[in-house]
């Protein structure tokens, strides 16, 4: 067999060193979600109109360019309904944002392109992993164009994006996030224990999961329609439990919950506690399996999250603080997935999960 030259001749596996790379991509998918928070919050993401992953990379540098960038801007709906007389100083502070949020989502597929290729190139992959490690970089693929599908609904007939793109392209981010903690995980397991073998989710802790996703769905609906500032205030909505004439008649049930911002603020409110029991389930059996950080994790992350949440409703949407609640929820997110896969990796066969 032909052998490159430089290359082992044997495989080396590297779990724990490629484990924890995994979790450095994933740490830079948390920073990608908190600046994408700000970018939604400042109304920044409609600032760039154009998508070039590769050119794109480098930003406008002269004042002509600066001036055809602010002026491509202008042409677009949101400009024209809130925001002319901005000045190009304007523009360059939410352009700034949106070229972040770019930039960050270049330098994770850039990064986690090297490490691939180093450890494939060292044969330091362990058997069984490469495939997941070529599915969590298409994966990300798949986000760049997910993220441009969102600011394209933006760019010709609406004032901001399309509130469902926005959660397809939050829940995206987070399964990717949400892969590499569990494969990483794997990884670790691997490298205490050579016969190890890939934690299985098991069936509540997938309840749970797809719970707090659906609460993150209703968050980012809950960004997307702005329906934060519609009441801020708590646990009523102003001087009512559900406001009157909150739910438009005209509607159907699951246009009310998608499109309706008071239902989609009331439903995100209370599926909150529901998000809280799922959680609080796993953390009790992830303790009773020997895992008391990940239980801890758990519990002080949802204590922490919904205390965000409420303290972005009192402060009216105060900018740190409702960043602060969408890191969070992906923080609780990891720590979910540590939850979980504890009660389906080694050493859970002695506790029964079902």
């Known amino acids: ?14 779990p724990r060193v490629f484990g924890a790379w995994l979790l450095v991509v994933a740490a830079l998918v948390l920073a990608i979600v908190i600046v994408g928070g700000i970018t ?11 998508w070039d992953p590769i050119l794109g990379a480098v930003p406008p540098l002269s004042h002509a360019q600066w001036q055809a960038a602010f002026d491509g801007y202008k042409a677009i709906p949101q400009y024209k309904a809130f925001n002319q007389g901005m000045t190009l100083e304007g523009f360059q502070h939410i352009f700034f944002w949106e070229y972040l949020h770019r930039l960050i989502a270049r330098g994770i597929g850039t990064v986690l392109l090297a490490v691939l290729a180093v450890f494939w190139w060292r044969r330091a992959i362990p058997s069984g992993y490469g495939m997941r490690a070529v599915a969590i970089f298409l994966l990300g693929a798949l986000q760049g164009v997910v993220g441009w599908w969102m600011v394209y609904s933006g760019l010709q007939f609406r004032t ?5 793109r926005l959660a397809v392209h939050l829940l995206t981010a987070l399964l990717i996030y949400s892969y590499l903690i ?3 995980l794997d990884l670790f397991a691997l490298a205490r224990n050579p016969a190890a073998k890939p934690a299985r989710l098991v069936p509540l802790a997938a309840v749970a999961i797809a719970i707090l996703a659906l609460q993150i769905m209703l968050g980012a609906f809950t960004a997307g329609l702005r329906a934060g500032y519609a009441f801020a205030s708590w646990p009523k909505m102003g001087d009512d439990w559900f406001p009157a004439g909150g739910w438009n008649a005209g509607w159907s049930t699951l246009r009310n919950l998608v ?4 239902a989609v603020q009331f439903v995100h409110r209370w599926w909150a506690w529901v998000a809280l029991v799922g959680v609080a389930a796993i953390a009790r059996l992830a ?4 895992s008391g950080r990940a239980a801890t994790a758990m519990v002080v992350a949802v204590v922490a999250q919904i205390l965000l949440g409420i303290a972005t409703l009192l402060t009216g949407v105060q900018i740190e603080i409702a960043v602060a609640h969408q890191a969070m929820a992906t923080i ?8 979980s896969h504890t009660l389906g990796g080694e050493g859970a066969s002695n506790h029964k999960v079902s």
């Open 1 to 14: 067999m032909l052998r490159l030259p430089g290359r082992p001749a044997t495989p080396r596996p590297a």
């Open 287 to 290: 303790l009773k399996a020997g």
């Open 182 to 184: 569990w494969t990483a």
């Open 160 to 164: 901001e994006v399309s509130h469902i």
């Open 332 to 339: 609780l997110l990891g720590t979910l997935i540590w939850g």
């Open 40 to 50: 939604r919050l400042t109304e920044s993401g409609l600032s760039i109109v154009e």
């Open 259 to 262: 499109d309706n911002p008071i």
